[in-house]
């Protein structure tokens, strides 16, 4: 039983990543019938509608005013699901709010169940899809009111997530989204990254348009951009952000040697800056690869788990089977292969053709490639 009251922040029992909240009778009915659909929430409502199966269910009841509650859920959860008048919710969360990179997403549900309404954080927070999930789910119709989703444009701040796009210049996200729903002439610069960002079963509006360089993007003089390139800009292509979001999509694939025993200080340092030498981003890298005698390196692996790379390893016959431009013989008399990082960044990029073939520098050997997407 949790017993809220004035001063201290509740402790809950935190299950699942979302939960339910109700109040009234008919609330908990809902509740009850969402947690049977929805195993990855837990449910939370007032003492006196107890059942008593609450335990086996993993049910938490609590008495007082529910909005203490909430100062437990909100850090706790990445969604609520609120069964109370929209009004109530809105005076309840609103000392809570922080920010839409880091509030949950809070959907609330009428007393009838008719209607699930998207209240906070539709799109970082994910309340819109969250939406649509509990609406299917009740039978109940779903309300969002984000003017991208109604539009059925691109959504500015959800662009290539699903993809592990990160921006990099994320100050002009409520601009550049003006601009999109506003029917302004947009730019979407595509230099990498997966190309299937498009969600819709429609046509892309008139007003975006797709360039394969950002050169392209600045002789048509746009009013806002998107940026998705593995590149870091020059100064000139830099005047696209003054209306633009910069997006790093996972595209580079680093192949790596190295001698038994180096340090992660020195890996990580041969990549940076053979990064900067290429003008390419740290934060479009999306895997480091090596032949499996590696697998177990201790610099190597720090430096993976430093950044979250993928870390992926090839044996001898697999690298071998990769034409390569600069082959040795004396790699093969050490690892079986005749080369390790130029055939393991080709492997993992499917590029035949490298953005850097290979460098030695001190301990470590390095090539690097931009994976090829369809």
């Known amino acids: ?9 509740p402790s809950i029992a935190q299950r699942g990543d979302y939960a339910i909240v109700a109040i009234t009778k008919h609330g908990v009915e809902l509740g009850r019938k969402l947690q049977s659909t929805f195993s990855h929430a837990d449910l939370y409502y007032m003492s006196k509608f107890q059942r008593g199966d609450e335990e086996s269910r993993g049910i938490q009841l609590f008495e007082g005013s529910v909005r ?12 609520l699901i609120i069964i109370i008048s929209l009004g109530a919710v809105i005076r309840m969360i609103a000392p809570l709010l922080e920010d839409k990179k880091k509030d949950p997403g809070i959907v609330v549900i009428d007393d009838k169940g008719e209607h699930v309404i998207s209240v906070l954080s539709g799109h970082l927070g994910g309340a819109n899809e969250l939406t649509r999930e509990v609406a299917a789910a009740l ?15 691109i959504a500015v701040d959800l662009f290539g997530r699903r993809f592990g796009w990160e921006w990099e210049s994320a100050d002009k996200l409520t601009p550049v989204s003006a601009s999109v729903v ?3 002439q947009v730019a979407v610069v595509q230099e990498s990254g997966e190309t299937g960002w498009w969600l819709f ?3 892309m509006p008139a007003n975006i348009r797709v360039y394969s360089s950002a050169a392209e993007a600045l002789a048509a003089r746009p009013h ?7 590149r870091v800009l020059t100064a000139a292509e830099e005047a696209l952000l003054a209306n633009g979001v910069l997006y790093r999509p996972k595209a580079i694939a680093l ?10 200080e020195e890996i990580e340092a041969v990549i940076d800056s053979t990064l900067a ?12 690869c090596t032949i499996d005698l590696k697998k177990d390196e201790p610099g190597l692996l720090a430096v993976v788990d430093k950044y979250g790379w993928e870390f992926v390893t090839y044996s001898p016959e697999q690298l071998n089977e990769v034409p390569m431009d600069a082959p040795s013989d004396t790699v093969h008399r050490f690892t079986g292969a005749y080369g390790v990082s130029e055939p393991a960044a080709k492997l993992y990029s499917g590029a035949s053709k490298l953005a850097l073939v290979k460098k030695k520098s001190g301990n470590v050997t390095i090539s690097v490639g931009v994976i090829e997407f369809n």
């Open 182 to 184: 506003n029917e302004e």
């Open 201 to 203: 079963d429609t046509p």
């Open 255 to 264: 192949g790596i040697g190295c001698n038994r025993g180096t340090s992660a």
């Open 277 to 288: 030498e290429l003008s390419f981003s740290l934060r479009s890298v999306k895997a480091a």
């Open 139 to 153: 039978g109940a119709r779903p309300v969002i009111t984000t003017a991208s989703d109604v539009q059925g444009t």
């Open 1 to 9: 039983m949790i017993v809220l009251g004035e001063g201290s922040i």
């Open 68 to 79: 203490l509650l909430f100062p437990a859920l909100f850090p706790a959860y990445k969604g």
């Open 224 to 230: 806002a951009a998107l940026i998705v390139t593995h």
